[in-house]
Nanobody, 115 residues
Framework: QVQLVESGGDLVQPGGSLRLSCAAS????????MGWYRQAPGKQRELVAR???????SYVDSVKGRFTISRTSANHALYLQMNSLKPEDTAVYYC?????????WGQGTQVTVSS
């Protein structure tokens, strides 16, 4: 089992920055890829950024150049640095971790971008 706890969500003005954190505990040695998803009201959950077991990263087009995903070498934590935030980035952001057998989710953290 793996437990994921997100933090860092907040209300921020357009153009501002936030750093989301996800603390991982439990059987973290089995984790391979990790990622951040988001879900806005009335929309499906979407993959925002992903980092592979080899630390290759990928992003949805709408956040490329603005968001950066990173993690600690021992999978203890996952981060999402979000710059130049836009109102359309408003959503609940979820941490995701994958092992060979299962997919794990955190409870989510709210990000609201508004003036």
């Amino acid at each position: 089992q793996v437990q994921l706890v997100e933090s860092g969500g907040d209300l921020v003005q357009p153009g501002g920055s936030l750093r989301l954190s996800c603390a991982a505990s439990g059987n973290i040695r089995g984790i391979t890829a990790m990622g951040w998803y988001r879900q806005a009201p009335g929309k499906q959950r979407e993959l925002v950024a992903r980092i592979s077991s080899g630390d290759s990263t990928s992003y949805v087009d709408s956040v490329k150049g603005r968001f950066t995903i990173s993690r600690t070498s021992a999978n203890h934590a996952l981060y999402l640095q979000m710059n130049s935030l836009k109102p359309e980035d408003t959503a609940v952001y979820y941490c995701n971790a994958n092992s060979l057998a299962r997919t794990y989710w955190g409870q989510g953290t709210q990000v609201t971008v508004s003036s």
